[in-house]
């Protein structure tokens, strides 16, 4: 799932709430490289793996972090 592969100039914040998402991979791959967009990645208790794992998929010059943890 690409789902924000080469979306170069998006700024957004997306929550994840479900751990059991299984295709997550290229999802930020070349995503959120012109400055100063940004992808922030809210996270839930049971997600915050999982998250991690997406977040890891990010190209090196893409801007996507971990946000906060929501309910």
Same mark, same amino acid.
């Given at each position: 799932? +690409?789902?924000f !592969?080469?979306?170069n100039?998006l700024t957004?914040? %997306?929550?994840i709430?479900?751990n059991? &998402?299984?295709?997550?991979?290229? +999802?930020?791959? !070349?995503?959120?490289?012109i400055?100063?967009?940004? &992808?922030? /990645?809210n996270?839930?208790?049971?997600?915050s793996? &999982?998250?991690?794992?997406? &977040?890891?998929?990010?190209s090196?010059?893409?801007? /996507? /972090?971990?946000? %906060?943890? /929501?309910?």
């Amino acid at each position: 799932m +690409m789902m924000f !592969y080469q979306c170069n100039n998006l700024t957004t914040t %997306i929550n994840i709430k479900s751990n059991k &998402i299984e295709n997550y991979t290229s +999802m930020f791959d !070349y995503s959120s490289i012109i400055s100063p967009a940004k &992808i922030t /990645v809210n996270y839930t208790v049971q997600s915050s793996s &999982i998250v991690d794992s997406m &977040i890891a998929t990010k190209s090196a010059s893409s801007n /996507v /972090v971990k946000g %906060i943890q /929501v309910e």
